[in-house]
């Protein structure tokens, strides 16, 4: 949402990332997914971030181009070097503004 709390989850995202929905819905994604504390160039939730906040001013979605955006493979374990192909697409209310941004990725290598 614009507060860049998770609202939602698909059951295939949960099972990747090792999470349960209890305890990712209403949590802030920067924190549920961090940028890699080992990696002092990690710019993954900034590019993410930016983005988020291009789709909820301007309504538009954005296909961002290949991104490093190290993860877990399970919780509270050491981060892997992982790419990723995100999108931002917005969803708009009924008043017409932009009420939550759909975030997806497809797996890069």
Same mark, same amino acid.
């Given at each position: 949402?614009?507060? =860049?709390?998770?609202?939602? =989850?698909?059951?295939?995202?949960? &099972?990747?990332?090792?999470?349960?929905? +209890?305890? #990712?819905?209403?949590?802030?994604?920067?924190?549920?997914? *961090?940028?890699? $504390?080992?990696?002092?160039?990690?710019?993954?939730?900034?590019?993410?971030?930016?983005?988020?906040?291009?789709?909820?001013?301007?309504?538009?979605?954005?296909?961002? $181009?290949?991104?490093? @955006?190290?993860?877990?493979?399970?919780?509270?374990?050491?981060?892997?070097?992982? @790419?990723?192909? $995100?999108?931002?697409? *917005? #969803? +708009?209310?009924?008043?017409?503004? #932009?009420? @939550?941004?759909?975030? &997806? #990725?497809?797996?890069?290598?």
């Amino acid at each position: 949402d614009e507060h =860049m709390r998770i609202v939602a =989850m698909t059951d295939r995202c949960l &099972t990747a990332a090792s999470l349960s929905r +209890k305890d #990712v819905i209403g949590s802030d994604v920067f924190e549920t997914f *961090p940028d890699n $504390p080992d990696d002092p160039t990690a710019d993954g939730s900034q590019v993410l971030r930016s983005s988020l906040e291009r789709a909820f001013a301007t309504g538009e979605p954005e296909v961002l $181009p290949r991104q490093r @955006y190290d993860a877990r493979a399970e919780p509270g374990g050491p981060f892997e070097e992982r @790419y990723w192909l $995100p999108e931002n697409v *917005p #969803v +708009k209310g009924p008043e017409g503004n #932009v009420a @939550y941004v759909i975030h &997806t #990725v497809v797996d890069a290598g």
